[in-house]
């Protein structure tokens, strides 16, 4: 019923290294169950890593597929072609779902069968390395930590609360294929991460893809995860660029799916002064909070959604954006 799909490039061993031993888990447990790992132009290649081709001669369950084209967008692609099971459930290469994931999911599926994507409700980061507390209570939304009380699904036009990450993202392979198309015939163009970019957005526009056809996505408490954040993401420098390039990825992933209402045209600030004054109103509105980095933060991701409008509206970037990207994204 699932393939439980890893897809990676460049994996980093302190992480990857406990999400398989957690896959072997699942393996051994359960004989039949499908594993695969995406190589995403991997160097060295995932089959010269001694830690992962042990795993593979041992464990049959695991194969490994290749995919030369850079971008988590084509690794997606190419788990669906290789995979002939009805759900595919994307595991990231720092991601460790709970014992209980799939038991979780199939019951979702059978109670909720209109709903095409389901996603975790409970995410938990973990720091692998030293942080300190008031980034943790800072940066954990940038890492997806959520933990909901409640189920939560549905079917609009738009970005929800509902729609969920592609962290532990599990795909009915009917909306797997509308992704796709949609994809090949170049409506949606977003490649996700690629290489140390953090242009994201892929996982909405899967979301978007089933939406568009009257498909219901949503995320469940039931379904929980473990998020490992090493000391090169959990810092102030990668949470800025993360912020501004999230939020500039989702306007064009917006605009792609429904043109004719994304962007919003009230939300276009057009010029200098008016982006000045809302970055002002940002700073004094969270200076009280004496949390700078969350000033910071927020005024990435506003220069990162006036970056997309403008990308879309008027097919360049003011200098001032310019400016801000090159001296701090």
């Known amino acids: 019923m699932f393939s439980l799909i890893v897809c990676t490039h460049n994996p980093d061993e302190r992480l990857f290294g406990p999400v398989l031993q957690h896959l072997i888990q699942i393996a051994t447990s359960n004989p039949e169950q499908e594993i695969v790992l995406v190589d995403n132009n991997s160097n060295p290649p995932l089959l010269e890593r001694h830690y992962i081709t042990t795993v593979i001669r041992e464990f049959p369950q695991f194969r490994i597929v290749e995919e030369s084209r850079p971008g988590l967008t084509y690794a997606r692609l190419a788990a669906h072609r290789a995979t ?5 459930v994307f595991v990231d290469d720092d991601g460790l779902i709970a014992a209980d994931y799939l038991s979780q999911l199939a019951h979702l599926i059978d109670q909720f069968p209109f709903v095409g994507i389901w996603g975790p409700g409970d995410i938990t980061p973990v720091y692998i390395d030293r942080v300190s507390n008031s980034l943790k209570a800072t940066v954990g939304p940038y890492f997806l930590e959520r933990h909901r009380h409640h189920l939560a699904y549905g079917c609009i036009t738009g970005l929800a609360d509902f729609c969920p990450p592609g962290l532990g993202m599990a795909i009915r392979r009917d909306c797997m294929s509308q992704y796709s198309e949609a994809v090949n015939i170049k409506r949606f163009t977003s490649t996700d991460r690629v290489g140390n970019s953090l242009a994201s957005a892929g996982d ?4 978007f893809a089933a939406m568009l056809n009257g ?9 929980r995860m473990t998020h490992q954040i090493p000391a090169t993401r959990a810092n102030s420098r990668y949470i800025i660029r993360l912020a501004y390039s999230v939020e500039r990825s989702i306007q064009h992933a917006l605009h792609e799916a429904w043109p004719s209402i994304y962007p919003r045209m009230d939300q276009v600030y057009p010029g200098l002064i008016s982006t000045i004054i809302i970055c002002l109103s940002q700073f004094i509105k969270l200076f009280f909070h004496r949390n700078l980095l969350l000033t910071r933060i927020h005024i990435a991701a506003f220069l990162g959604q006036q ?20 001296r701090f994204i």
Do not use: M
């Open 84 to 88: 002939t099971t009805e759900w595919l």
């Open 204 to 207: 909405s526009q899967i979301c």
């Open 215 to 223: 498909i219901a996505v949503g995320i469940a408490p039931s379904l």
């Open 307 to 326: 970056a997309g409008y403008y990308d879309i509206c008027r097919g360049y970037l003011p200098f001032w954006i310019r400016i801000y990207s090159r």
